[in-house]
Structure formats: structure tokens, C-alpha cells
């Protein structure tokens, strides 16, 4: 079973910079076989994807957050990271970490953590 925890979520004014992370818990599989994605689902709407990585340079990022926002991970630590710079009221949402496994196509996610961006 693969476990997720995302950290780094807050309250931030607009136009500030968070750092979220996601720490995997992968029972022994190799970090660098998943998939790793950010999603978030802000209030009274649907999931929607933020971005994804594949491998350690494969990345694509929403319209929205492009330009702003960086996804990386670190398969020693086994650890996905989402920078978000430039934040903006609507950014405002749960984000939550999803890992794929390649081989099975098996997804799971995390628990989530809230971002709020607000002056």
C-alpha cells in the first residue's frame, strides 16, 4: 500500500510564494516508478489537475498555473513538491497529491491540505 501526506499548505496574501510537499510511503515499490500529480478542488467545485511528473524533468502544468507554478520531486526522499509563486485569490483550494504506478496504472492520494489565499 502506498501512503501519502501532503504538508505546506496555509493562509497567504496574494501574490505570496508556498511550498507544498507530498512524502510517499511506498512499501518497499521505487519512488521513481510513479506518476506523481497535484490536483486541488477549490470550494463548491470539482477536482481538477494542477500538474504532473514523470520521471524527474516530464512535467505539464494546467493553463492556469503555468509560468507560476513548479512541480519536482526528489526520489531519494521520495518526496513530490509543488512551488507555487505569484498566488492568487482563486488558487484557493485543497490540494491533495496523487501517485500512479506506471506498471498497474494503481492510483492513490493523499489526505490533502488546504491553501487560502486572502488579503
Known amino acids: 500500500q502506498v501512503q501519502l501526506v501532503e504538508s505546506g499548505g496555509g493562509l497567504v496574501q496574494p501574490g505570496g510564494s508556498l511550498r507544498l510537499s507530498c512524502a510517499a510511503s511506498t512499501s518497499g515499490l521505487t519512488f521513481s516508478s510513479f506518476i506523481m500529480y497535484w490536483y486541488r478542488q477549490p470550494p463548491g467545485k470539482e477536482r481538477e489537475l494542477v500538474a504532473s511528473i514523470f520521471g524527474t524533468s516530464g512535467t505539464n502544468y494546467a493553463d492556469s498555473v503555468k509560468g507560476r507554478f513548479t512541480i519536482s520531486r526528489d526520489n531519494h526522499k521520495n518526496t513530490v513538491y509543488l512551488q507555487m509563486n505569484n498566488l492568487k485569490p482563486d488558487d484557493t483550494a485543497v490540494y491533495y497529491c496523487?501517485?500512479?504506478?506506471?506498471?498497474?496504472?494503481?492510483?492513490?492520494w493523499g489526505q490533502g491540505t488546504q491553501v487560502t489565499v486572502s488579503s
Open positions: 496523487k501517485a500512479v504506478r506506471v506498471i498497474s496504472g494503481n492510483g492513490f
